[in-house]
C-alpha cells in the first residue's frame, strides 16, 4: 500500500538553526511527494512539492528533493525563524488519484 | 469568505448522538474531500465529491459515516450512532481541478469529541 512515515515530533530548535525534518515513504505507484504546513489556529496549506525523482520543491526558504532510490523526501531550511513555529505534513499522491496521503505530522518549536 | 469554511468549529456529542458536519467550499471549485484527522496522526482520507457526484467513498469507515453534496457546493458530513472512536478533527478541503491533488485549500476543521 501507500504510506508516509515521518520523523517523530516535537522539534524544539533556537532561531537561525538548521532544519532537517526525515521523511520516508512507500509507494504502489509513482507519487507526487508534498510538504503542508498548519500553522496554529489554521488550516493545512501546501508548503512545496515534487512531482518526479531528482525535483526539489521549494517555499519559503524551505526545500525538499525527491529522492527515489532512497525513497526520501526530508524537509530543509538553513535558518529557521520563530514564525516556522508549526506542524508540518509529509505525504504523497499517486499520479491519475486524488487523496492525499498524510504522516503522522512533526511539531515544530523554535525559540527566540 | 475567500476560503473553505466549516462548522461548527467545535462540536461535542454524547455517545448515541447524530452529528451533521458542514463545509462550504471556495466559490466554482470542483472537487471536494472530507479527511479525518485523529489527535496526533495526519488526517486520512475519508472520502471524494466531483460536483455533485461522490466518486470515492473507500475511506469511510463504516456505515454510520454518510456524506453528500446535492447542489455540487455545499457538503454535509454526518456521523450516526457517534462513538467515541469517532473524535477527531475533521477536515474538508476543495479544489478547482477536477483531480484536486495537492491544488486543494483546507478548511480549519471540526473538532468532534464523543463523551
Known amino acids: 500500500g501507500n504510506s508516509v512515515t515521518q520523523m517523530e515530533g516535537p522539534v524544539t530548535l533556537s532561531e537561525e538553526a538548521f532544519l532537517t525534518i526525515n521523511c520516508t515513504y512507500t509507494?504502489?505507484?509513482?507519487?507526487?511527494l508534498f510538504w503542508y504546513v498548519q500553522y496554529p489556529g489554521e488550516g493545512l496549506q501546501l508548503l512545496l512539492k515534487?512531482?518526479?525523482?531528482?525535483d526539489k520543491g521549494s517555499n519559503k526558504g524551505f526545500e525538499a528533493t525527491y529522492r527515489k532510490e532512497t525513497t526520501s523526501f526530508h524537509l530543509e531550511k538553513g535558518s529557521v525563524q520563530v514564525s516556522d513555529s508549526a506542524v508540518y505534513f509529509c505525504?504523497?499522491?499517486?499520479?491519475?488519484?486524488?487523496?492525499?496521503?498524510f504522516g503522522q505530522g512533526t511539531r515544530l518549536t523554535i525559540n527566540p | 469568505g475567500a476560503g473553505v469554511s466549516q462548522s461548527p468549529r467545535y462540536k461535542v456529542a454524547k455517545r448515541g448522538q447524530d452529528v451533521a458536519l458542514r463545509c462550504d467550499p471556495i466559490?466554482?471549485?470542483?472537487?471536494l474531500f472530507w479527511y479525518q484527522q485523529a489527535l496526533g496522526q495526519g488526517p486520512e482520507f475519508l472520502t471524494y465529491?466531483?460536483?455533485?457526484?461522490?466518486?470515492?467513498k473507500s475511506g469511510l469507515p463504516s456505515d454510520r459515516f454518510f456524506a453528500e453534496r446535492p447542489e455540487g457546493s455545499v457538503s454535509t458530513l454526518k456521523i450516526q450512532r457517534t462513538q467515541q472512536e469517532d473524535s477527531a478533527v475533521y477536515l474538508c478541503?476543495?479544489?478547482?481541478?477536477?483531480?484536486?491533488?495537492?491544488?486543494?485549500?483546507f478548511g480549519q476543521g471540526t473538532r468532534l469529541t464523543v463523551v
Open positions: 478541503a476543495s479544489s478547482f481541478r477536477r483531480q484536486g491533488g495537492t491544488e486543494a485549500f
Open positions: 509507494a504502489t505507484g509513482y507519487p507526487s
Open positions: 515534487a512531482t518526479k525523482a531528482d
Open positions: 505525504g504523497l499522491i499517486i499520479q491519475g488519484a486524488q487523496k492525499l496521503v
Open positions: 466559490s466554482g471549485h470542483v472537487s
Open positions: 465529491f466531483q460536483n455533485e457526484a461522490q466518486l470515492d
